[in-house]
């Protein structure tokens, strides 16, 4: 598998592209097509990515797997800990080892940036998910509710997951 820093205006696109339908494929079952919509376009359009990457210091991969695009992640230093804001894989290529595989690169990036720990929240309705961090290590520390404006909420935990103890 290889992991492609997006950098590039056409990477950019690229990963607008990618998240676009991995998000309707994904986040159906838990959330309205109203918030999707919303959701996507705030976080996950190619001006909110571009954004993020130049004002916010995220830096995103795309999973590249036999020529074929199967998932991104995205990552954002912050003081004492790796954000990890996103990670999603192709429905056709879940389950498959590349979500460990590119937990494995996120976890390199956070020693690079040194960090030793590495935080997250995930929908508390994600159970699949949650399990799947739980097997990697992360532990529930919080919960919160995020007000992301236009009448939606995220209702989240708090994830992390510590590289001196795992």
Do not use: H
């Given at each position: 598998?290889?992991?492609?820093?997006?950098?590039?205006?056409?990477?950019?696109?690229?990963?607008?592209?990618?998240a676009n339908e991995i998000w309707y494929?994904?986040?159906?079952?838990?959330?309205?097509?109203?918030?999707?919509?919303?959701?996507?376009?705030?976080?996950?359009?190619?001006?909110?990515?571009?954004?993020?990457?130049?004002?916010?210091?995220?830096?995103?991969?795309?999973?590249?797997?036999?020529?074929?695009?199967?998932?991104?992640?995205?990552?954002?230093?912050?003081?004492?800990?790796?954000?990890?804001?996103?990670?999603?894989?192709?429905?056709?290529?879940?389950?498959?080892?590349?979500?460990?595989?590119?937990?494995?690169?996120?976890?390199?990036?956070?020693?690079?940036?040194?960090?030793?720990?590495?935080?997250?929240?995930?929908?508390?309705?994600?159970?699949?998910?949650?399990?799947?961090?739980?097997?990697?290590?992360?532990?529930?520390?919080?919960?919160?509710?995020?007000?992301?404006?236009?009448?939606?909420?995220?209702?989240?935990?708090?994830?992390?997951?510590?590289?001196?103890?795992?």
């Open positions: 598998m290889n992991f492609i820093n997006v950098k590039t205006s056409a990477e950019i696109e690229k990963l607008a592209n990618l494929e994904y986040w159906t079952v838990i959330l309205s097509l109203s918030q999707i919509d919303y959701m996507v376009e705030k976080f996950q359009s190619k001006d909110a990515i571009a954004s993020q990457i130049k004002n916010d210091k995220y830096i995103y991969n795309i999973l590249e797997d036999n020529g074929n695009l199967i998932g991104y992640f995205g990552v954002c230093p912050k003081d004492d800990y790796l954000f990890l804001s996103k990670l999603y894989i192709k429905k056709d290529f879940r389950n498959l080892g590349s979500g460990k595989l590119a937990f494995n690169k996120i976890k390199q990036i956070a020693l690079e940036y040194r960090k030793n720990k590495i935080q997250l929240t995930v929908n508390k309705n994600n159970t699949n998910t949650i399990k799947a961090y739980e097997k990697w290590g992360f532990k529930q520390i919080d919960s919160v509710v995020t007000d992301i404006g236009f009448g939606f909420v995220m209702d989240d935990y708090i994830m992390e997951y510590s590289l001196e103890e795992n």
